[in-house]
């Protein structure tokens, strides 16, 4: 009856059209009435413990740094970059633009920042060349969910926050994963387009090519500092997004100089936007969180998976299935601190790593961004590539279907999360 009622409440406030940190209170305050202990006090103090957090603040700071990368012209030399090297070989943007989306990874950890500032400026230049416009734009969101992958990753520190685990544990576990999405990404792009008859463009030579990478070295620093420095122990996550702001406002206002006083303000508005979003979301998930643990929720799931607590695999295989279900419906950072409280303490008695998990669920969860009918992603790369959602869906198939399996290959391999996390930590 418990759960009933949770979900009841839930999924009936997001279908009247709820927005999901206002339909997590609902359900909140449903779960307290239910228990018969209604009090607005413990929902007040919850909602500030969830938003009271120091591993949290890499938050606003990580989407800071996106925003004056974008401003300060740091997008723009890394797809220079990309370009002089594979811009010559046939269907070489498409190349460009999922080595684009690595780079840009290591840089801003946001899916729908990376699809935006790739696709305003590649789709352009693909249509231009003679690459289908679905295809392309397609490729370009496929792209996108390897920036919440590869460190530095907001969905990661966020999980981290909700279930306890090691953030930079998180950070250096998503590397291979998010490298074995493009190299996947790159086979399936190959397939696709050997037939289209497209553009190339002209060789570079050997000084272009280090004239581009000198303009790009800057931004390509970005991403070592971050990973050495967590590496090293150096500075702790929330420390690095402070790092990684700073420097990216360094880069573009003094070495680059495209960034200027006044867009500041602009950038400052932007990035606030985006992370009251975000950390009103986690406010009121705390709420939730708080209740499903006084409920008992999780024994109750416990339960009704315990025959499968036994068979690892089985078990991530179910969960798995669950949450890409889910993430048709539901963006990617109320899943996460919705389905958390929920999970953890079912993947700890069965003994699964939880740093392990966490990959495998961010990844999930990035995946459904690329689903309808909610796929934030999606939805970007429509606004972007000024195509419908139709169209989109007819060239992303083969994308999925390579992300999807790489998602299965890593369930049933675990070691190719777990001993690279050893090698990186």
Same mark, same amino acid.
């Given at each position: 009856?418990?759960?009933?009622?949770?979900?009841?409440?839930?999924?009936?406030?997001?279908?009247?059209?709820?927005?999901?940190?206002? #339909?997590?209170?609902?359900?909140?305050?449903?779960?307290?009435?239910?228990?018969?202990?209604?009090? $607005?006090?413990?929902?007040?103090?919850?909602?500030?413990?969830?938003?009271?957090?120091?591993?949290?603040? *890499? @938050?606003? %700071?990580?989407?800071? &740094?996106? !925003?004056?990368?974008?401003?300060?012209?740091?997008?723009?030399?890394?797809?220079?970059?990309?370009?002089?090297? @594979?811009?010559?070989?046939?269907?070489?943007?498409?190349?460009?633009?999922?080595?684009?989306?690595?780079?840009? &990874?290591?840089?801003?950890?946001?899916?729908?920042?990376?699809?935006? &500032?790739?696709?305003?400026?590649?789709?352009?230049?693909?249509?231009?060349?003679?690459?289908?416009?679905?295809?392309? /734009?397609?490729?370009?969101?496929?792209?996108?969910?390897? *920036?919440?992958?590869?460190?530095?990753?907001?969905?990661?520190?966020?999980?981290?926050?909700?279930?306890?685990?090691?953030?930079?544990?998180?950070?250096?576990?998503?590397?291979?994963?998010?490298?074995?999405?493009?190299?996947?990404?790159?086979?399936?792009?190959?397939?696709?387009?050997?037939?289209?008859?497209?553009?190339?463009?002209?060789?570079? $030579?050997?000084?272009?090519?280090?004239?581009?990478?000198?303009?790009?070295?800057?931004?390509?620093?970005?991403?070592?500092?971050?990973?050495?420095?967590?590496?090293?122990?150096?500075?702790?996550?929330? !420390?690095?997004?402070?790092?990684? *702001?700073?420097?990216?406002?360094?880069?573009?206002?003094?070495?680059?100089?495209?960034?200027?006083?006044?867009?500041?303000?602009?950038?400052?508005?932007?990035?606030?936007?985006?992370?009251?979003?975000?950390?009103?979301?986690?406010?009121?998930?705390?709420?939730?969180?708080?209740?499903?643990?006084?409920?008992?929720?999780?024994?109750?799931?416990?339960?009704?998976?315990?025959?499968?607590?036994?068979?690892?695999?089985?078990?991530?295989?179910?969960?798995?299935?669950?949450?890409?279900?889910?993430?048709? #419906?539901?963006?990617?950072?109320?899943?996460?601190?919705?389905? /958390?409280?929920?999970?953890?303490?079912?993947?700890?008695?069965?003994?699964?790593?939880? +740093?392990? %998990?966490?990959?495998?669920?961010?990844?999930?969860?990035?995946?459904?961004?690329? /689903?309808?009918?909610?796929?934030? @992603?999606?939805?970007?790369?429509?606004? @972007?590539?000024?195509?419908?959602? !139709?169209?989109?869906?007819?060239?992303?198939?083969?994308?999925?279907?390579? !992300? +999807?399996?790489?998602?299965?290959?890593?369930?049933? %391999?675990?070691?190719?999360?777990?001993?690279?996390?050893?090698?990186?930590?």
């Amino acid at each position: 009856m418990t759960m009933t009622i949770f979900l009841g409440s839930l999924l009936g406030s997001m279908v009247l059209g709820t927005p999901i940190a206002f #339909a997590l209170l609902i359900s909140g305050v449903a779960l307290m009435i239910q228990l018969n202990m209604f009090d $607005s006090l413990i929902i007040a103090q919850n909602l500030i413990n969830g938003a009271d957090s120091f591993p949290l603040m *890499a @938050v606003p %700071f990580f989407i800071l &740094a996106g !925003e004056l990368m974008n401003a300060g012209g740091i997008s723009t030399r890394i797809i220079n970059f990309a370009l002089s090297f @594979v811009g010559h070989i046939r269907g070489g943007l498409g190349y460009v633009a999922i080595i684009g989306s690595v780079l840009f &990874a290591g840089l801003s950890g946001s899916a729908l920042a990376d699809t935006a &500032a790739l696709g305003a400026i590649l789709i352009p230049m693909m249509v231009k060349a003679g690459y289908d416009r679905n295809r392309s /734009t397609a490729l370009i969101a496929s792209g996108g969910i390897i *920036a919440p992958i590869i460190p530095p990753s907001i969905p990661m520190i966020i999980f981290g926050v909700t279930s306890g685990v090691s953030i930079t544990k998180l950070f250096m576990a998503g590397i291979v994963p998010g490298l074995l999405i493009a190299l996947g990404l790159t086979i399936a792009w190959t397939l696709v387009v050997r037939k289209d008859k497209v553009a190339v463009f002209p060789r570079k $030579s050997v000084k272009e090519m280090w004239h581009a990478t000198k303009q790009a070295v800057w931004a390509l620093l970005l991403p070592v500092i971050i990973i050495g420095g967590l590496r090293g122990g150096i500075f702790t996550p929330t !420390e690095a997004a402070v790092v990684a *702001a700073f420097y990216a406002f360094l880069v573009g206002f003094i070495i680059y100089r495209e960034l200027k006083i006044q867009h500041l303000f602009r950038v400052f508005v932007a990035s606030a936007k985006v992370t009251s979003v975000v950390m009103f979301l986690a406010a009121a998930a705390m709420v939730s969180a708080w209740l499903i643990t006084i409920a008992d929720i999780p024994i109750l799931l416990v339960d009704m998976l315990g025959p499968l607590i036994e068979n690892k695999l089985l078990l991530l295989i179910a969960i798995n299935i669950l949450v890409l279900l889910v993430g048709t #419906a539901m963006d990617l950072t109320p899943t996460i601190l919705i389905l /958390t409280p929920i999970l953890m303490p079912i993947i700890e008695q069965a003994g699964i790593d939880p +740093v392990y %998990f966490g990959v495998l669920f961010v990844l999930n969860n990035c995946i459904g961004l690329l /689903t309808p009918p909610v796929g934030a @992603v999606l939805n970007v790369a429509c606004g @972007v590539g000024k195509v419908d959602m !139709e169209g989109i869906l007819k060239g992303i198939w083969p994308f999925l279907l390579v !992300e +999807v399996l790489i998602l299965f290959l890593l369930i049933l %391999f675990p070691s190719i999360v777990t001993v690279p996390l050893g090698w990186f930590t």
